[in-house]
């Protein structure tokens, strides 16, 4: 187990008890001390016992659970909680606003047990009644259970996405003689997936075989269509084919109902009857190929001459990797290991953007640090030439809309991050106010993760995106397209309109750890669907045009101080 895995097991068993009521005293200590490994320099794993329990913050006590938790695996105080506690009450712990206190009272007081009935007692204002409620925190406990009920059986396409390369392979292995084409969701490379979707040439009683062999169950079987799941409610659906109207059939899979009811309005005199691929079907109607990422919006259609398709942003075409953690605040790794990585796979930068003060749980970067991790980037920089780390920042944006350190300390930044990480809980107006004070900012070079939302975990803050988006082209500042599966943040349908206004986005990994690099895809397949190309992404610039970027930022910024 590495230090992470170690902090969320004492981290949850603090939370337990603290919702069986146990000491406080004692539950406090777990999460001090899970605290204390997630900021340990090197795996605690690699540490003698003698050593563990002398370090700060853990102790004796915690220390054997440690111990006991590399040695098997599991904590057999947690295993005990776990199974003494209903599962509506486990659940309860993913609502955000109900903290283990809260809980507690729910559980314990108002003999709430399971999430429908914390929902009715919503509805019915008996949470709004409860001391150290009130009726702001109930309706955030409604709307957080409405989300997730929404929610229920839908993945993310990073989750999703190998078990689809596998599959289509099995049925290819299986039916070598018959086509077969992922369409839907998937194809389009949405974020999330609420359905998987098929054409296939196979017969539906070899198709269904072949599904129910392999463990699906079936929901519905017709002519022309079959529906599956799996045990996670995930559904699955085949739609049957024959050779003459295969690629008719995964055009029409393939596009949004909005995109095709367009397209059906334009092209039914000219409709090939029988087209031997999707090309064919965009030739007879004299249109450029889309591809299906694009075919969400019916105005595609008529923008499709404009757009340059050959320049589309392209994960190959990344030459720089923009916001990204070392283990100065909370990545896993040093700088200098990032870097080194990074130049060996052909990048040309970094831009290396720890926490700031404000995130004291992230381990943030007090100003004396700051000073410390510059002078060691110089040093570095000099070894790895022609390779550059850019010296950057992820800086909060308080609840006032200003910025975590005074402007003395920002100006001595290549660029700054402005991201919000605290108080997410807000109304639209509280909202603009922090992102609004923070582009107008004259320090700030970008936006980061811009709504805040964790798909399907955290919902967004509510956003005027066309004032936000105004705003950010008045006074320079880029948007970041965050490139982790479960951000993904600015959403890909605020991308047209940003470069409507000149806006320049920048596909960033995000990146805690060298496995992170790799997210770098899913911002790149979500800014393809809004239309992204390497002229507006600020992370496809090679180091030569990243360093004029940022002289013309300060030049700018230094007119605005």
């Not at 590495?2 to 981290?11: E, F, G, K, M, T």
């Not at 086509?179 to 359905?195: C, P």
């Not at 080194?340 to 700031?356: A, T």
């Given at each position: 187990m590495?230090?992470?895995?170690?902090?969320?097991?004492?981290?949850l068993l603090s939370k337990l008890m603290d919702i069986h009521g146990e000491n406080p005293f004692k539950s406090k200590s777990y999460s001090g001390a899970a605290f204390t490994i997630e900021k340990l320099p090197q795996p605690i794993t690699t540490l003698p016992p003698e050593k563990l329990i002398k370090i700060k913050g853990i102790g004796e006590s915690v220390g054997q659970k440690v111990l006991e938790l590399i040695d098997t695996g599991e904590l057999q105080v947690l295993k005990e909680l776990v199974a003494i506690t209903p599962e509506g009450v486990l659940e309860m712990m993913n609502i955000r606003g109900l903290g283990p206190k809260k809980i507690h009272t729910i559980w314990k007081e108002m003999r709430i047990s399971t999430i429908e009935e914390l929902k009715v007692a919503c509805l019915n204002k008996r949470i709004a009644e409860k001391k150290g409620f009130g009726e702001k925190t109930q309706q955030s406990i409604l709307e957080e259970i409405q989300f997730q009920e929404n929610n229920v059986g839908k993945v993310l396409y990073a989750q999703i996405e190998y078990f689809v390369d596998a599959f289509q392979q099995k049925f290819k292995d299986h039916f070598p003689d018959h086509?077969?084409?992922?369409?839907?969701?998937?194809?389009?490379?949405?974020?999330?997936?609420?359905?998987l979707e098929w054409v296939t040439t196979a017969g539906r009683q070899e198709l269904t075989n072949f599904l129910l062999h392999r463990g699906f169950e079936l929901v519905a079987e017709k002519d022309t269509k079959i529906i599956v799941q799996t045990d996670n409610n995930l559904q699955f659906q085949f739609f049957l084919a024959n050779e003459a109207n295969f690629f008719?059939?995964?055009?029409?899979?393939?596009?949004?109902?909005?995109?095709y009811t367009a397209w059906r309005s334009i092209s039914k005199e000219v409709m090939v009857s029988t087209p031997g691929s999707e090309e064919e079907i965009f030739q007879s109607a004299n249109l450029p190929y889309i591809p299906p990422f694009l075919r969400e919006k019916k105005s595609i259609i008529e923008r499709i001459h404009h757009l340059n398709l050959p320049d589309l942003v392209q994960t190959s075409q990344i030459k720089g990797l923009i916001h990204s953690h070392s283990n100065w605040s909370d990545?896993?790794?040093?700088?200098?290991?990032?870097?080194?990585?990074?130049?060996?796979?052909?990048?040309?930068?970094?831009?290396?953007?720890?926490?700031?003060?404000?995130?004291?749980?992230?381990?943030?970067?007090?100003?004396?640090?700051?000073?410390?991790?510059?002078?060691?980037i110089d040093s570095l920089n000099a070894q790895l030439a022609p390779f550059k780390i850019f010296k950057s920042i992820e800086c909060d944006i308080l609840n006032d809309g200003t910025m975590d350190y005074p402007d003395k300390i920002l100006a001595t930044f290549d660029m700054v991050i402005a991201s919000i990480h605290s108080n997410l809980n807000m109304d639209e107006d509280k909202a603009m106010k922090r992102i609004l004070g923070a582009i107008t900012n004259p320090y700030v070079t970008m936006l980061g993760h811009l709504s805040g939302r964790r798909l399907l975990i955290r919902r967004p803050y509510p956003l005027d995106y066309k004032t936000v988006i105004d705003a950010c082209a008045e006074h320079k500042v880029v948007i970041e397209v965050n490139a982790f599966p479960e951000r993904l943040d600015i959403d890909w349908r605020w991308?047209?309109?940003?470069?409507?206004?000149?806006?320049?986005?920048?596909?960033?990994?995000?990146?805690?750890?060298?496995?992170?690099?790799?997210?770098?895809?899913?911002?790149?397949?979500?800014a393809q669907k809004g239309g992204l190309t390497n002229q507006y992404n600020v992370s496809s610039f090679g180091l030569e045009q990243f360093e004029s970027f940022l002289k013309e930022q300060k030049m700018v910024r230094a007119s605005k101080v």
């Open positions: 590495d230090n992470y895995a170690i902090a969320d097991q004492l981290s086509k077969i084409e992922v369409v839907g969701e998937f194809r389009r490379q949405l974020e999330i997936i609420d359905n008719s059939l995964v055009f029409e899979k393939s596009c949004s109902k909005d995109f990545g896993a790794y040093t700088i200098e290991d990032m870097a080194q990585e990074l130049k060996n796979i052909g990048f040309e930068y970094m831009v290396i953007s720890d926490h700031s003060k404000a995130a004291y749980y992230a381990n943030g970067l007090s100003e004396e640090r700051i000073r410390e991790q510059h002078f060691y991308i047209d309109y940003a470069l409507e206004k000149g806006v320049l986005l920048s596909i960033n990994s995000d990146a805690h750890s060298l496995d992170d690099f790799k997210n770098l895809k899913y911002g790149v397949l979500a």
